[in-house]
Each structure stands twice: as C-alpha cells, then as structure tokens.
C-alpha cells in the first residue's frame, strides 16, 4: 500500500526498520493456529510505523531549513517504501501458507433455511490485509435466492473480541451494489433443498489490516 504525502505534512512522516528475524523485515512474527502470520504482518507493522513516526517526529523538531527537510523527507520515504515492499512479501508468504486452510466454526444458531458446510482460507488482498473465507452453504429447503437473505456470523478472538457481520449465501462477492444485485437475483433459479446456495461459495472477509486477529480462534453463526 503506498502512502502519499505531501511535504507540508512531512512532520508527520514515519518508519522504522524493526529488528528481529525470519522475515523480510527481519522480524518474528507470531503465528495463529489457523491464520498462521497473516494477522500478525499488520501488526507488526503498525508498530513499526508508529516506532519511526515517533524518530522522524523527533528528527524534524528542530528547526531546518527547507533542504535539510526535503533531504529527511526523501530518506523516509524511500525507508516506507522499502517497508512497505517488505511487508508486502512477507503477507504474500504467510498467506501461501495457510491456503486453503479449514477454519473452525461453530454454528450457535439453528438457521431455517441454510447450513453451513465447510470453511476454508481462499484468497487474500496483501495491500489491504482482507482474508477471504469460502464458506460453502447448503440450503436446508427449497429457497429463491434473495436480496435480504442472510446468516450472522461473529469472528471471535480468544481474548473476547469479536466483529460480526451478515452474508448472502446466494453470492460469492459480497461487494456489489443495489441495482446490480438485485439484477443477479432475477436471474436465479430456485436452490433445491440439499443443494448448494452458490456454487462458488460465498466469502466471508477477515480484516486483519484494521483489527488484531492474531488470536482468531472461530467463526461464529448466530441469531441475527
């Protein structure tokens, strides 16, 4: 992910080549049971910004001439750029890793219409930290897919936190919009008891570029 500034921002400029080993970063990363060091590539490297924006904050303190600010701007950019490569390596790596991976859930919620099968890691958005879960969902009576059509799902940390959401069972990309998605629902057919809501399955997203998910441990399915 590139970050662009301006120089007028440039106090607030940041980057720390942290030390440590076994990464491209040279640092250790922390490994969940079943998302591997996926998670734990966005935190280290939010500390790492956090560490350097404090050297930089610190180095443009002073007062400098517009050279000498022009010279540390250029410095730290070229380090956040290096960075950000690195890091960047680092979750392609750890998502090579636990592709494919079965991840547990826990059904709390006795749907009436579908039934959850199987979870699986599928594919990952490096720049952004989303990790995509292929859930694979079987109707449990004839259904006509439909827009409002949902199951609730809670992705839960041993330490207690949690974010939940909703997903269509009938679709694979839950990213779309009103018009189009009602377009693709006209265009179904009715799912059969027993048969699968889609084909493709359906993603549910595990953001680890915006939340701490190095301590993961299911997803859950609840009442709405």
Same mark, same amino acid.
């Given at each position: 992910?590139?970050? =662009?500034?301006?120089?007028?921002?440039?106090?607030?400029?940041?980057?720390?080549?942290?030390?440590?080993? +076994?990464?491209?970063?040279?640092?250790?990363?922390?490994?969940?049971?079943?998302?591997?060091?996926?998670?734990? #590539?966005?935190?280290? +490297?939010?500390?790492?910004?956090?560490?350097?924006?404090? #050297?930089?904050?610190?180095?443009?303190?002073?007062? %400098?001439?517009? &050279? &000498?600010? %022009?010279?540390?701007?250029?410095?730290?950019?070229?380090?956040? +750029?290096?960075?950000?490569?690195?890091?960047?390596?680092?979750?392609?790596?750890?998502?090579?890793?636990?592709?494919?991976?079965?991840?547990?859930?826990?059904?709390?919620? !006795?749907?009436?219409?579908?039934? #959850? &099968?199987?979870? =699986?890691?599928?594919?990952?958005?490096?720049?952004?930290?989303?990790?995509?879960?292929?859930?694979?969902?079987?109707?449990?009576?004839?259904?006509?897919?439909?827009?409002?059509? !949902?199951?609730?799902?809670?992705?839960? !940390? %041993?330490?207690?936190?949690?974010?939940?959401?909703?997903?269509?069972?009938?679709?694979?990309?839950?990213?779309?919009?009103?018009?189009?998605?009602?377009?693709?629902?006209?265009?179904?057919?009715?799912? &059969?008891?027993?048969?699968?809501?889609?084909?493709?399955?359906?993603?549910?997203?595990?953001?680890?570029?915006?939340?701490?998910?190095?301590?993961?441990?299911?997803? %859950?399915?609840?009442?709405?």
């Amino acid at each position: 992910m590139t970050k =662009r500034l301006k120089l007028a921002s440039v106090i607030f400029a940041v980057v720390i080549l942290a030390s440590c080993s +076994k990464s491209s970063n040279n640092i250790e990363y922390e490994k969940n049971d079943y998302l591997g060091a996926f998670p734990s #590539v966005y935190i280290e +490297k939010s500390k790492a910004l956090q560490e350097l924006k404090e #050297v930089y904050i610190e180095k443009m303190s002073s007062d %400098l001439d517009e &050279k &000498k600010a %022009l010279k540390i701007y250029s410095e730290w950019e070229q380090k956040e +750029k290096e960075m950000n490569e690195n890091f960047l390596k680092d979750a392609t790596t750890a998502f090579e890793e636990i592709f494919n991976n079965e991840i547990p859930f826990e059904i709390q919620y !006795n749907h009436p219409d579908f039934l #959850v &099968k199987v979870a =699986r890691v599928s594919e990952a958005l490096p720049e952004t930290g989303a990790l995509h879960v292929n859930l694979i969902i079987e109707a449990k009576k004839d259904v006509k897919p439909n827009y409002y059509a !949902n199951l609730t799902y809670v992705i839960a !940390n %041993l330490d207690g936190t949690a974010t939940k959401g909703q997903i269509n069972p009938f679709v694979k990309t839950q990213i779309f919009s009103p018009t189009s998605f009602y377009q693709k629902f006209d265009s179904l057919n009715t799912i &059969k008891a027993g048969e699968i809501c889609c084909a493709e399955g359906s993603d549910l997203m595990i953001y680890c570029g915006s939340y701490d998910f190095t301590q993961f441990f299911k997803i %859950l399915f609840v009442e709405r």
